[in-house]
């Protein structure tokens, strides 16, 4: 078994789940198997209740985990389903050791950081290791080399290395390389810093990562190379990149590939890079241009809605069409009115939670119904779709939400089976779910298929009293769950492209496979942008 563990040293946000994602990446394309593990620092059980403000977008898996965003990264890199184990936090390593003891299972010793903690950390990864038979599990450690939070992990990593051989653990530290004055002069003392708190704890890196405007000169990797006691190959440069999916290439061009694998002694085939070229390729010579208008609450952290701008990339490379993207937040349409939305070619509304912003999102549905402008709301998005048609077509002017007011008209309300519940981590109808798409429907001809499998992360949905009602104004549920109760697509019939998915779409998406509503959506707009200008 072959572990490749990441760290990261002087600032957070260095885009260590890039590199981790472009390891992986590298070495899948040599044959080899990959997966990789997301180690979060923090006391929360799961991502599930944060907020999207301090961590970004929460990321759902197949089986309903609710994780760190990295997560999507590596499945969108490797093209694999994970499951939630393969998030690690320290709630989930105390959880666990806390419940054996209670339970009697250290037969009266002491527990302590080391070894139980340690221990729990590590079968947590062997687990995973044996689990999907990888041939490689890469661990991104989060947090920065030195936090109090990351200690445990960085000591069980350090006896990973020592339990597995050093040809069988390798570490690989990523950092910042800043310049500061206008020439551009390249600083490596903060890498130095770095590394030399990361070897106080016992681990000396095999590879650096130097993050940096420009490419990293040959000087500056002399002198990370000497001052760390790394060798010169071994000091790779991460210069700021086009795109993320342009990051494997780069890394590639300066033998990280070849490297690891002599270190390490692995045999592989050769990588064969066409298919990642070409969607490179198309992504940077577009042929049209759209955009496209997100509004949300979120909008001021750009990774709060990360799947959904990664889909958008997918299906511009698969439409060769630059999509901008205009973030638009909600209270702000409702203080300016919808001005704000002129000139987009369409409008997506994400998911969200909570009152704020959200007669700004459903005035943005409205301005994109009476318009016939393209249109995609997806699942909190979905559900301010439906409220507004309630109210501005069926004319039930208090038409809301439970989860937002109290109304004569809940339009949309708690799944019966979540009515007794009061507690709001891991009680959601989350991962994925089989959905029946009506044939000849609008969904149909996106999907082409009378099933589709699609992921979830929400307790509220369209309330079934007013099913009949809604159809006979036009607003037509083509996809529904197995039992035909939750309604999972609507699709408006008198409007070119006005959709709505109670599933996130977003998560499934892939660089070669880009989702298909998305995709669906971008081809309406080239549609709608046609006409604009001819008319
Ligand atoms: N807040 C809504 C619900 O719980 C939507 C959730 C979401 O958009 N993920 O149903």
Redesign the pocket.
């Known amino acids: 078994m072959k572990y490749i563990v990441v760290t990261g040293g002087v600032i957070s946000g260095l885009g260590k789940g890039i590199t981790t994602s472009s390891l992986g990446k590298i070495l899948q394309s040599r044959g080899l198997k990959v997966t990789a593990i997301k180690i979060d620092p923090y006391l929360n059980y799961d991502a599930g209740t944060m907020n999207p403000y301090q961590h970004g977008e929460v990321f759902v898996l197949d089986d309903g985990g609710e994780v760190d965003l990295d997560l999507g990264n590596y499945e969108r890199f490797l093209d694999v389903n994970l499951s939630s184990e393969h998030n690690i936090t320290t709630g989930k390593v105390y959880l666990t050791v806390i419940q054996r003891e209670r339970k009697g299972e250290y037969l009266g010793k002491t527990v302590q950081i080391i070894p139980h903690i340690t221990e729990e950390i590590k079968r947590r990864i062997k687990k995973i290791a044996i689990e999907t038979m990888a041939d490689v599990v890469i661990i991104e450690v989060g947090g920065t080399v030195g936090d109090i939070e990351s200690m445990p992990f960085l000591e069980a990593m350090r006896q990973l290395r020592m339990e597995e051989g050093e040809k069988n653990v390798f570490f690989v530290h990523t950092t910042l390389v800043p310049s500061l004055d206008v020439v551009g002069e390249q600083k490596t003392k903060p890498t130095q810093h770095s590394v030399k708190e990361l070897r106080s704890l016992g681990i000396q890196p095999d590879m650096i990562v130097g993050r940096s405007k420009e490419p990293l000169t040959e000087e500056t990797r002399r002198k990370i190379s000497l001052f760390c006691d790394v060798p010169y190959e071994a000091v790779i440069s991460a210069p700021d990149a086009k795109s993320i999916y342009e990051v494997p290439l780069i890394f590639e061009r300066q033998g990280v590939g070849e490297y690891i694998m002599g270190k390490m002694q692995m045999w592989g085939e050769r990588p064969d890079w066409k298919d990642w070229e070409r969607y490179l390729h198309r992504l940077y010579n577009p042929k049209n241009e759209v955009t496209v208008g997100i509004v949300g609450k979120y909008v001021h952290l750009k990774d709060s809605y990360i799947s959904h701008r990664e889909a958008l990339t997918h299906v511009a490379s698969y439409l060769q069409t630059k999509i901008n993207l205009r973030w638009i937040d909600s209270e702000e349409i409702e203080e300016k009115g919808t001005s704000l939305l002129e000139g987009v070619d369409a409008i997506l509304i994400?998911?969200?939670?909570?009152k704020r912003g959200t007669e700004g999102k459903i005035r943005a549905a409205q301005y994109a119904r009476e318009n016939k402008i393209p249109f995609l709301g997806?699942?909190?998005?979905f559900?301010m779709a439906v409220i507004e048609f309630a109210r501005n077509v069926l004319g039930y002017e208090d038409a809301h939400?439970t989860?937002l007011a109290k109304t004569n008209h809940p339009v949309?309300d708690l799944l019966p089976e979540q009515r007794e519940i009061d507690k709001l981590g891991g009680t959601?109808r989350l991962g994925t779910h089989k959905i029946i798409i009506e044939k000849g429907s609008k969904a149909y001809e996106i999907y082409k298929s009378l099933e589709i499998y699609e992921r979830h992360?929400?307790?509220?949905?369209v309330n079934p009293d007013y099913i009949e009602e809604f159809e006979s104004h036009g607003l037509h549920f083509s996809g529904k769950d197995e039992s035909g109760t939750r309604m999972e697509i609507f699709e408006l019939r008198e409007h070119p492209f006005f959709i709505g998915s109670q599933f996130?779409p977003e998560f499934k998406s892939r660089p070669l496979r880009p989702s298909p509503l998305h995709t669906a959506l971008i081809k309406s707009a080239l549609e709608y942008k046609k006409y604009k200008t001819s008319s």
């Open positions: 994400p998911g969200g939670f909570g997806v699942c909190f998005g559900q939400s989860e949309i959601m992360r929400h307790r509220y949905e996130h």
